[in-house]
């Protein structure tokens, strides 16, 4: 970019520049802060960036142009100028019939694709009915207890027209089966299924917490996953390698970096051992990143990402075809970064949050609605988080060219220090035998932990300002309308499902259980049965308690 003589030039004019000019004017007057950091991953910002600060880069070995190798660009020749990122809204309201309404209501205001939020029980692999379920149901978000549940929330709504996300784990599998079902009913055919599953277990064990049975068996289902999907439905994203929840349970920006290669790592080598080519399950492979405060450290996560995967799949894995090697990814604005206190600024927050992952090219996006910190959003502030995407679209002029900050001298020396971070980290993993290593020895979460205590200590020393919060008070009680689920409204969804089992083929379910049963034991691709055990209408919880009664269920303490 720049020769030898021209930097020791900048060089030169920049250290005259902090001696004549600036230094003088500090001395004066100060600055805001004795040490300026990036949010979290605390990487010491500099007063001014010049191209001495990437005097290493290599454009076409480290940037390249959008939808070449080394993808840091961007993973698509033309981005946003050819099809705007995916437009989705997390939504589960308690009852099949609710969400049906709100996709509906979604759809209609512009929305692009959907976005599933499971209750705890379903999360769990528990029925509605279950004591396990009780006073959960519907709460934080769709009861889906059975094949019927599943048809009434894509009524009307046809599969082979929507992309939608799934944010399910252990019991991913049984969902995936009963949309792909819901679609046989449509008479849509397997291959044009469009969406992801999360399907991401190793960060259950890390962030968490909803898993049900151990890594292992995990493993096992996951990469059938991958093998199924591959033959049957090969537009469908087998996992979604989520980096959110790290993120969310208070990791740095390099960790959320490293620690979800880490996974996406340890997945590949499961789908190698199982016998799969890399070059035909990998390209169903997504990831789910945070897109937290720091536009420009977000930013450069976003582009490190997919240059850091690009290079692990070529180099480790031997991957030899362009789809093998992208990484695409799904963000979600920051949970976490929602307040309870004013909850006007969190339509802020999410706004340039957003911003910052259009910005790192996101392939599909979801916004907070503001009032998340609380309850489920409501219809208004569900609208107003789609509004922020469609305005950052069609009026912010952030979509019409591709990665509009690269070669800026700060971006790029961001992203090569949260590569290398990144990558030490990958590094230190790999010496201690893995990633699933790493956190049955809880040195992943420690790491994580250190980083979520530092910043709340600072948020309550005030080092850390958080508007509204611990600088720029008010006193008053906001009003809100809250999304509420009722004793009665679980209690239908209760009589649904004993109605469901009233009206089935006991004798098919007996069959159809039993045959899952003789594959989990054995080495048979658990999906097919699944499959069938569903449209026999075998509920979430008894294919659940199938693969519990085979593999096992899995207790904190007890070994990885």
């Avoid at 309850?375 to 990665?403: C, F, M, N, Y």
């Avoid at 509420?484 to 089992?501: A, H, K, N, W």
Wanted: hydrophobic share 35%.
């Amino acid at each position: 970019m720049f020769d030898q003589k021209e930097l020791e030039s900048i060089r030169e004019g920049k250290s005259q520049w902090e001696a004549e000019t600036r230094g003088p004017t500090v001395e004066r007057f100060g600055e805001r802060k004795e040490t300026f950091t990036t949010d979290t991953a605390g990487h010491e910002i500099d007063p001014l960036y010049t191209p001495d600060d990437v005097a290493d880069l290599d454009y076409e070995e480290d940037l390249g142009f959008p939808g070449e190798d080394p993808y840091t660009r961007g993973v698509y020749s033309t981005m946003y100028r050819g099809r705007l990122w995916t437009m989705r809204q997390y939504a589960g309201m308690g009852s099949a019939v609710e969400t049906n309404e709100r996709y509906h209501y979604l759809m209609d205001q512009g929305q692009t694709g959907l976005s599933m939020a499971f209750d705890l029980p379903t999360q769990m692999g528990y029925d509605s009915d279950a004591e396990m379920a009780a006073g959960e149901v519907g709460k934080s978000g769709v009861a889906i207890d059975s094949l019927d549940d599943m048809r009434t929330v894509f009524e009307e709504i046809p599969l082979d027209e929507v992309s939608t996300s799934m944010t399910i784990n252990a019991p991913a599998a049984v969902l995936l089966a009963m949309y792909i079902a819901v679609g046989d009913e449509q008479g849509v055919p397997r291959e044009e299924l469009r969406g992801t599953i999360q399907n991401d277990l190793l960060k259950e064990y890390i962030a968490r917490n909803t898993y049900i049975y151990p890594p292992g068996p995990s493993m096992r289902i996951i990469t059938d996953v991958f093998e199924f999907c591959a033959e049957e439905v090969p537009n469908f994203n087998t996992i979604s390698i989520s980096g959110y929840h790290i993120r969310e349970a208070g990791a740095s920006a390099a960790q959320e970096l490293a620690f979800t290669l880490g996974n996406g790592i340890e997945y590949v080598e499961a789908a190698l051992d199982a016998g799969q080519d890399v070059d035909e399950f990998a390209p169903q492979l997504s990831f789910f990143f945070n897109a937290h405060n720091d536009i420009f450290e977000e930013v450069a996560k976003f582009r490190a990402a997919r240059r850091m995967w690009a290079r692990i799949m070529e180099e480790r894995f031997d991957a030899s075809t362009e789809k093998a090697k992208q990484l695409k990814f799904h963000t979600q604005t920051a949970g976490s970064m929602l307040t309870a206190q004013q909850i006007e600024n969190n339509v802020v927050r999410v706004a340039y949050q957003a911003l910052a992952a259009v910005l790192g090219g996101t392939q599909s996006l979801h916004t907070n609605g503001k009032d998340e910190a609380l309850a489920l959003p409501t219809e208004k502030s569900v609208r107003t988080a789609l509004r922020t995407q469609q305005i950052l679209a069609h009026e912010s002029g952030a979509a019409d060219t591709i990665d509009p900050l690269a070669g800026s001298y700060y971006v790029e020396a961001l992203t090569d220090e949260l590569e290398e971070e990144a990558f030490e980290l990958i590094r230190e993993v790999d010496d201690r035998g893995g990633m699933l290593q790493a956190v049955e020895d809880q040195w992943v979460q420690r790491q994580i932990q250190d980083v979520a205590y530092e910043r709340q200590r600072e948020i309550e020393e005030g080092e850390r300002v958080i508007v509204g919060v611990n600088e720029y008070e008010v006193s008053e009680e906001p009003e809100m309308d809250i999304e509420e689920v009722t004793e009665e409204d679980q209690q239908r969804q209760i009589s649904r499902l004993e109605g469901v089992r009233e009206g089935r083929d006991d004798e098919a379910v007996a069959e159809a259980l039993a045959a899952l049963e003789t594959a989990a034991e054995g080495t048979e691709n658990v999906m097919p049965p699944i499959l069938d055990a569903v449209k026999a209408e075998a509920t979430t919880g008894e294919i659940c308690d199938v693969l519990r009664e085979s593999f096992g269920e899995y207790h904190p303490g007890s070994a990885l």
